[in-house]
T-cell receptor
């Protein structure tokens, strides 16, 4: 069975540009979460979607947005890129919403974004 | 948001048990305690989780303090492949990662 897949694996963008990252959850999983991981730090929560609705948002500026499609795949968009947005962006899927939960999250390999 | 505190790094000898501690003094009654580990250039991998009782699976054991303010991940026989960053996470309405513990395993 395919795990969580993310595309692209690597990306280089220029400051001020916009980027879209994609995530396909494990079949049957309805919840997708996005995380930003700067080198040497733990992942930071950005968004959580469940059944196509936003269920949680971390402390990120409005330049960050996301959506979930009817097939439960998801996109993360970042506008007006800054050098500080350079990071590994991780997507995780789970069976249910990211509330107090007994279900584990499965992570993709991430998209490495470099802003120059 | 409830946070976790872990040592920055720990070292173990191969084939010996490893006890990785985590403090979460502000845990709420509904937060589940999850552990993940991350190898270089990979996404985090689920290890184990629990709510109140100690838990065992094929990868590890999780010991949870009676007051739930701390927990310990136990790797019964460390191998070189267990060298990774281990994250103790509270899965509530937000999933908050700390900096994790980098585990070094010596042959």
């Amino acid at each position: 069975d395919a795990g969580v897949t993310q595309s692209p694996t690597h990306l280089i963008k220029t400051r001020g540009q916009q980027v879209t990252l994609r995530c396909s959850p494990i079949s049957g999983h309805k919840s997708v979460s996005w995380y930003q991981q700067v080198l040497g730090q733990g992942p930071q929560f950005i968004f959580q979607y469940y059944e196509k609705e936003e269920r949680g948002r971390g402390n990120f500026p409005d330049r960050f947005s996301a959506r979930q499609f009817p097939n439960y795949s998801s996109e993360l968009n970042v506008n007006a890129l800054l050098l500080g947005d350079s990071a590994l962006y991780l997507c995780a899927s789970s069976l249910r919403t990211d509330g107090p939960t007994n279900t584990e999250a499965f992570f993709g390999q991430g998209t490495r974004l470099t802003v120059v | 948001d409830a946070k976790t505190t872990q040592p920055n790094s720990m070292e173990s000898n191969e084939e010996e048990p490893v006890h990785l501690p985590c403090n979460h003094s502000t845990i709420s009654g509904t937060d589940y305690i999850h552990w993940y580990r991350q190898l270089p250039s990979q996404g985090p991998e689920y290890v184990i989780h629990g709510l109140t009782s100690n838990v065992n699976n094929r990868m590890a054991s999780l010991a949870i303090a009676e007051d739930r303010k701390s927990s310990t991940l136990i790797l019964h026989r460390a191998t070189l492949r267990d060298a990774a960053v281990y994250y103790c996470i509270l899965r509530g309405f937000k999933t908050i990662f700390g900096a994790g513990t980098r585990l070094f395993v010596k042959a």
